[in-house]
Every structure is written in structure tokens, then in C-alpha cells.
């Protein structure tokens, strides 16, 4: 991003709103149709918003405000109109249809708007996934390569990129189909024909820190699908202005979002029916012990969500009445995870260990104090 104007580190960007208070001095009014208070950007029309995300010779946007619009925004405008209407400005503003082109302007402005249109696809690459958006992506392109030969490179670069990594989404979107398909499976032929036999957790993987590894390279396989996208449409599903009216959320795909939760769903069940399984109390209790010390292992690594899903699964009532088979167990590493789960305060403590599990990757060694899940 070097010689990009007014592009600010994250850490000196962002604010509670998500703007930078330095792009404006003033601490109230309206500029360019952008309303700021205190120095913070509080409402604007679409139009001026756009306005704002497309760079210019001698202006480029903040990388908070590029990733917070281009994630809000398809709340009011789809990816691809998004799109035609950025490119659209750039051609009027840089005069890109003009029979010569000013290769002296071009040559400012074209490093800032590939460096737009790579950080949209790195950050939302399944909106590249229309043909529409690949279509102007290779449109404004080809209007500025003719100034500098480089172009072509980057674009080639850029589609590569972005080639490859819609293809790692896609095996992994299929990966999601064939899991579901084979548990539906399983699930009929279960309830058909149940099996004469049940291998235990326990004749399987003895160690919990085994475990607690493998169940966080599933998490962060299954994490690694999700765009921010799929957090904002989820969640909506009704235009707020008319209830009648669904958003562009309509046709939402939140695919791996669904699968991810449908995966939390399944760990929990597998750690109440591992521990209800065996006959005998002492039995039990052993492996209630052994989901402690996974859970235990789980929070060292920093994979929270299993940790979640653990207790949560022992938090069962198939679980919780087994009052026999508690009295068996060592309770006090248990009552510490658990308190570190405790949604008192809107989960306080799981934010405190979560934000700390943050610090320790920035300062990692090793790929392992990197983990927070």
C-alpha cells in the first residue's frame, strides 16, 4: 500500500463507527454529501458513500472503510451493481473513454484502483464467483493497460489469485454436500438397522491433546470457508423500511456459516452420547474426565469453539441428571472451563480469553500459539 495517500494503519483507522477521524478535520458538518461527527463518519447517501470508495489520482480510501462498505452495503445494492457503478464513475472521472488517454493521470490512478479491485477479491472472493463481476474487474482493466504494460501483469496475477482461491472454497463447498449426504446416511441406516456394536471415543483416541489437535484442524478447515459476508446475511432478512420486502440477502449463501453451526451441534451430541454410552457408572466417569482434559487442551491451543461445544455437551440434561456418575468425578478443572464459558456479562470471560489468545498470535513462534478460533 506504500505511496497510497491517506491509507492509515488499522490501529490509527478505526474507531467505533469504522472511519477514520483523520480524513475530515472538522468536528461537525457535511462534506461531499458525507455527514461527520466528531470526526467520525455517521451517515451519507449511497451515492456519496460509493463516491467515497473509489480512488482517485491523489486520494485512496481507508482499508476500514473499503472492507466496512463493501461489507454493509450489499445490504442496499448487489456486489455486481456495486461494481458497474465504481467502475462506471472511474471511466467519467478519469476520462477512460476519451480516444487518448492521459497516460500521465493513468499512471497515478491505475496502481489505486487494482489495489481496490485486489483487496475486494481477496476479502470477498465469492462475489467474483458471477461472471458479471469478472466482467468489469476485466473491463477496467483493459481501459488502463494500454498506459502501462505492467497492467496486464497484475491483472493476470489477480486472476490467477483469485482462480485459485474460489477453487479451494469450492472443493471445500463440496466437501460440506458430501458430509451432509453421508451423516443423512448413516442417520437411516441407524435407525434401520442399528449397529451390534459401538466403538467407543476412548478405543479410538486415548490422549486428549490428540484430540484437541485434530478437532481444531477441523475447525479451522471449516472457519477457513466462511466470508465476513455470510455474518451479515444471515441475520437479515427483511428490508427494515418494509417488511413486506426481502433484501438482496434473499438470494444469501450462507452455506458454510450453517455448516460451521450444524458442526457445533454434532460435537455437542457426540460428547453427551460418548458419555451416556457405557453402562457402568465408573465407565462413565472416565469418560467425563476424558472430555475434561480434550476441553482442558482445547483452551490451552486457543480453539474456543470446541471448548464450547464440549461443555456444552456435557451441560446436556441426558448429561447433567447422571448425578451418580458426577459424585465419581474430579469436578474442579470442569467448574474452571466452565466459568470461562460463563455467559454472565455477555460472555465476559470468553471475550477476556479470546482477546488474549489475539495478543499471543501477534507474538507468536509457532503455528500452534497462533490459534484462535
Same mark, same amino acid.
Given at each position: 500500500?506504500?505511496?497510497?495517500?491517506?491509507?492509515?494503519?488499522?490501529?490509527?483507522?478505526?474507531?467505533?463507527?469504522?472511519?477514520?477521524? #483523520?480524513?475530515?478535520?472538522?468536528? !461537525?458538518?457535511?462534506?461531499?454529501?458525507?455527514?461527520?461527527?466528531?470526526?467520525?463518519?455517521? @451517515?451519507?447517501?449511497?451515492?456519496?458513500?460509493?463516491?467515497?470508495? $473509489?480512488?482517485?489520482?491523489?486520494?485512496?480510501?481507508?482499508?476500514?472503510?473499503?472492507?466496512?462498505?463493501?461489507? @454493509?452495503?450489499?445490504? =442496499?445494492? !448487489?456486489?455486481?451493481?456495486?461494481?458497474?457503478?465504481?467502475?462506471?464513475?472511474?471511466?467519467?472521472?478519469?476520462?477512460?473513454?476519451?480516444?487518448?488517454?492521459?497516460?500521465? *493521470?493513468?499512471?497515478? =490512478?491505475?496502481?489505486?484502483?487494482?489495489?481496490?479491485?485486489?483487496?475486494?477479491?481477496?476479502?470477498?472472493?465469492?462475489? =467474483?464467483?458471477?461472471?458479471?463481476?469478472?466482467? #468489469?474487474?476485466?473491463?477496467?482493466?483493459?481501459?488502463?493497460?494500454?498506459?502501462?504494460?505492467?497492467?496486464?501483469?497484475? /491483472?493476470?496475477?489477480?486472476?490467477?489469485?483469485?482462480?485459485?482461491?474460489?477453487?479451494?472454497?469450492?472443493?471445500?463447498? !463440496?466437501?460440506?454436500?458430501?458430509?451432509? %449426504?453421508?451423516?443423512?446416511?448413516?442417520?437411516?441406516?441407524?435407525?434401520?438397522?442399528?449397529?451390534? $456394536?459401538?466403538?467407543?471415543?476412548?478405543?479410538?483416541?486415548?490422549?486428549?491433546?490428540?484430540?484437541?489437535?485434530?478437532?481444531? #484442524?477441523?475447525?479451522?478447515?471449516?472457519? &477457513?470457508?466462511?466470508?465476513?459476508?455470510?455474518?451479515?446475511?444471515?441475520?437479515?432478512?427483511?428490508?427494515?423500511?418494509?417488511?413486506?420486502? %426481502?433484501?438482496?440477502?434473499?438470494?444469501?449463501?450462507?452455506?458454510?456459516?450453517?455448516?460451521?453451526?450444524?458442526?457445533?451441534? *454434532?460435537?455437542?451430541?457426540?460428547?453427551?452420547?460418548?458419555?451416556? /454410552?457405557?453402562?457402568?457408572?465408573?465407565? *462413565?466417569?472416565?469418560?467425563? !474426565?476424558?472430555?475434561?482434559?480434550?476441553?482442558?487442551?482445547?483452551?490451552?491451543?486457543?480453539?474456543?469453539?470446541?471448548?464450547?461445544?464440549?461443555?456444552?455437551?456435557?451441560?446436556?440434561?441426558?448429561?447433567?441428571?447422571?448425578?451418580?456418575?458426577?459424585?465419581?468425578?474430579?469436578?474442579?478443572?470442569?467448574?474452571?472451563?466452565? #466459568?470461562?464459558?460463563?455467559?454472565?456479562?455477555?460472555?465476559?470471560?470468553?471475550?477476556?480469553?479470546? *482477546?488474549?489468545?489475539?495478543?499471543? &498470535?501477534? %507474538?507468536?513462534?509457532?503455528?500452534?500459539?497462533?490459534?484462535?478460533?
Amino acid at each position: 500500500q506504500e505511496g497510497m495517500p491517506q491509507t492509515l494503519s488499522s490501529t490509527s483507522m478505526f474507531t467505533p463507527c469504522g472511519f477514520s477521524p #483523520h480524513l475530515h478535520t472538522s468536528k !461537525e458538518g457535511e462534506q461531499g454529501g458525507l455527514i461527520f461527527q466528531d470526526g467520525n463518519l455517521t @451517515s451519507a447517501s449511497l451515492d456519496a458513500l460509493i463516491q467515497h470508495l $473509489i480512488p482517485t489520482t491523489d486520494y485512496y480510501p481507508e482499508k476500514a472503510y473499503i472492507f466496512t462498505f463493501l461489507l @454493509s452495503s450489499r445490504l =442496499f445494492i !448487489e456486489p455486481h451493481e456495486l461494481l458497474s457503478r465504481v467502475c462506471h464513475k472511474c471511466i467519467e472521472q478519469q476520462r477512460l473513454d476519451d480516444p487518448v488517454l492521459d497516460k500521465a *493521470r493513468i499512471k497515478k =490512478f491505475g496502481p489505486k484502483i487494482l489495489q481496490l479491485l485486489t483487496e475486494w477479491t481477496e476479502t470477498f472472493p465469492y462475489d =467474483f464467483q458471477e461472471e458479471r463481476m469478472i466482467g #468489469h474487474l476485466k473491463d477496467m482493466i483493459h481501459r488502463i493497460a494500454p498506459c502501462d504494460e505492467a497492467y496486464w501483469k497484475k /491483472m493476470n496475477q489477480l486472476l490467477q489469485a483469485l482462480n485459485q482461491k474460489l477453487a479451494t472454497l469450492s472443493h471445500g463447498q !463440496e466437501g460440506i454436500v458430501k458430509i451432509s %449426504t453421508a451423516v443423512s446416511d448413516k442417520l437411516v441406516a441407524f435407525k434401520t438397522k442399528p449397529p451390534s $456394536i459401538q466403538r467407543e471415543i476412548l478405543s479410538v483416541c486415548s490422549d486428549p491433546y490428540t484430540l484437541a489437535q485434530q478437532l481444531t #484442524h477441523v475447525e479451522l478447515e471449516r472457519l &477457513s470457508h466462511i466470508g465476513p459476508e455470510e455474518f451479515v446475511q444471515a441475520f437479515v432478512h427483511k428490508d427494515p423500511l418494509d417488511g413486506t420486502k %426481502t433484501c438482496f440477502s434473499e438470494q444469501k449463501k450462507t452455506s458454510n456459516l450453517e455448516a460451521y453451526v450444524k458442526w457445533f451441534n *454434532r460435537l455437542c451430541y457426540l460428547v453427551a452420547t460418548e458419555i451416556c /454410552m457405557p453402562a457402568k457408572k465408573k465407565q *462413565r466417569a472416565q469418560v467425563i !474426565e476424558f472430555f475434561i482434559d480434550v476441553a482442558r487442551e482445547c483452551f490451552n491451543i486457543g480453539n474456543f469453539n470446541s471448548l464450547m461445544a464440549i461443555i456444552s455437551g456435557m451441560n446436556m440434561s441426558p448429561v447433567s441428571r447422571l448425578k451418580k456418575t458426577w459424585s465419581k468425578v474430579k469436578t474442579a478443572k470442569f467448574f474452571i472451563l466452565e #466459568h470461562q464459558m460463563d455467559p454472565t456479562g455477555n460472555f465476559y470471560n470468553y471475550r477476556t480469553a479470546l *482477546r488474549g489468545a489475539a495478543h499471543r &498470535s501477534l %507474538t507468536a513462534h509457532s503455528n500452534r500459539e497462533k490459534v484462535g478460533v
